[in-house]
């Protein structure tokens, strides 16, 4: 009888309680390096903050015109802040897969080494993202007033176009970069575009032939006839 | 005048684009800011190449308004100080220059005014203040031929603009173009004003829009950035409104 609670119930606790005993010190280095990683993030976070508010980095921003860029975008946060607190959630993400590395375990060791490789991908995305916003801002408000300017009614709506044209080439290079279904995007992107050029192409060609000829005419004869008693070029 | 010119060349302008449409401004707000003694003489008609400076009505005010502008930001501490301002002397005799008429397509400058109040809303709003924004706006419901931006209007929005220019409200290039269909509707309210009078009486009118200029300056300084103002100065030269024919030398 003792040696069936032997090898029955206190066995398989014991061999339960060496495992954990294996497995304790890496979930302590583990607590460790989070609590460092926090701690970490925590000053490298401030400090940069700080350094960036002593050298004026958000003066330096407003003169470049970037506050009001971000407060268009509806970022109300200061772009020292806003370094700040990237560099402290940078610097926890590394903590944590260093954190799940200390475990030592073949499973989330793999995980934490694809997360790793996965970073620069995500990383590069949200440029692209942020980027592409901020170009397809510039350039549909340069496109607003360029219409404006000639006088084309439908400003607006170019405008409007040309940002959401930009807006879903970055987004479509965005997810392109994250590997999610890489070959619909491309193929879907590439039908749509397509798809908008000949259309544009057709409707152009099918209305407003006589506004090209126009033009051309204009642009490769000098002045046409509905300039003439106006002495004032409005663009 | 050589000493001048050689700043001038040692700043570069002359290769720059203020040397084709913002040389006039540029010359004379840095002949007044260098201290050297300014001077005026009536020197005949200024006549402008047909195909320049009107061919690209937004170029030439991105030029213009942006030299004006950074004339503006380089002298702040001269202006901002000053009050009221006096004659520049005169050399020479004046006389009176005669003017060839100019066809102008009014009703199309309105229509362009009013496609910017529609679809430039959101930039303007950046730029103008609500109240200059409001009385814009008002404008809108009225018809072409009253269709009229007044003087003081028309102060308030440069005056704006070029606050907005300061702070980098939004890009500059973006600023200076989006001002167009304000400038075309203002010279639509010119030309309503001064059709069928005289050359003297039209400068009459540039004249009182100058006195108005120089009476809203505290408009200007107040909403102009914070720099400390220091006690009065002597007052600077008097513009005098001579376009056709008056010469800075």
Redesign the interface.
């Known amino acids: 009888m003792n040696e069936f609670i032997n090898q029955a119930l206190l066995g398989p606790l014991a061999l339960l309680g060496h495992q954990v005993l294996a497995v304790l010190p890496n979930v302590l280095a583990m607590g460790i390096i989070l609590l460092g990683g926090l701690f970490t993030a925590w000053a490298f976070g401030s400090f940069a903050e700080r350094l960036f508010r002593i050298i004026r980095f958000d003066h330096f921003c407003?003169?470049?015109?970037m506050n009001?860029a971000l407060l268009r975008g509806g970022v109300k946060t200061d772009p020292s802040r806003i370094i700040g607190r990237s560099i402290y959630w940078t610097v926890i993400m590394l903590a944590s897969i260093a954190a799940l590395g200390a475990l030592n375990l073949t499973p989330i060791n793999q995980f934490a080494q694809s997360l790793l490789a996965y970073v620069p991908h995500l990383v590069t995305a949200v440029v692209i993202l942020l980027a592409g916003y901020f170009l397809s801002n510039?350039v549909s408000?340069?496109v607003?007033?360029?219409?404006?300017?000639a006088?084309l009614?439908p400003?607006?709506l170019i405008a409007a176009c040309s940002r959401w044209g930009i807006q879903v080439l970055a987004g479509a290079m965005a997810l392109e970069q994250l590997g999610i279904a890489q070959h619909i995007v491309v193929v879907g992107f590439g039908i749509t575009w397509g798809g908008i050029v000949l259309a544009g192409a057709i409707a152009f060609g099918l209305g407003a032939a006589d506004t090209a000829k126009e033009f051309l005419q204009r642009r490769l004869m000098g002045r046409s006839k509905s300039s003439t008693?106006?002495?004032?070029?409005?663009? | 005048m050589s000493d001048f010119y050689q700043n001038g060349v040692n700043q570069h302008v002359w290769e720059t684009e203020v040397a084709r449409f913002g040389i006039d401004i540029w010359m004379t707000t840095e002949a007044i800011a260098s201290g050297g003694r300014v001077c005026q003489s009536f020197l005949g008609a200024k006549i402008h190449n047909?195909k320049d400076p009107?061919?690209?009505?937004?170029a030439m005010l991105t030029h213009v308004m942006g030299a004006l502008f950074a004339l503006m930001e380089q002298h702040e501490g001269l202006w901002s100080r000053q009050e009221g301002s006096q004659p520049v002397p005169l050399i020479g005799f004046p006389y009176e220059v005669g003017v060839e008429p100019?066809?102008?397509?009014v009703e199309?400058?309105v229509?362009?005014y009013r496609?910017?109040l529609t679809?430039?809303e959101p930039?303007w709003r950046q730029i103008l203040a609500d109240d200059t924004f409001t009385q814009l706006r008002d404008l809108q419901r009225t018809s072409v031929a009253d269709c009229h931006i007044p003087d003081e209007l028309w102060v308030q929005v440069v005056y704006d603009a070029a606050t907005a220019h300061r702070k980098?409200?939004?890009?500059r290039d973006?600023l200076l173009?989006?001002l167009?269909?304000l400038y075309?509707g203002r010279?639509a309210s010119f030309v309503h004003a001064t059709q069928g009078l005289t050359s003297t009486e039209a400068e009459q009118k540039i004249e009182a829009l100058c006195h108005t200029f120089e009476r809203m300056k505290p408009y200007l300084v107040e909403r102009w950035q914070p720099p400390v103002l220091q006690p009065v100065a002597p007052a600077l030269l008097h513009h005098t409104s001579t376009d056709t024919g008056g010469a800075h030398e």
């Open positions: 407003d003169r470049l015109g009001a510039f408000q340069a607003l007033i360029a219409a404006v300017n006088g009614p400003a607006r008693g106006d002495d004032l070029h409005h663009w | 047909p009107a061919a690209d009505l937004s100019v066809h102008v397509n199309r400058m229509s362009h496609q910017g679809d430039l930039i980098r409200i939004i890009r973006h173009k989006a167009t269909p075309l010279t």
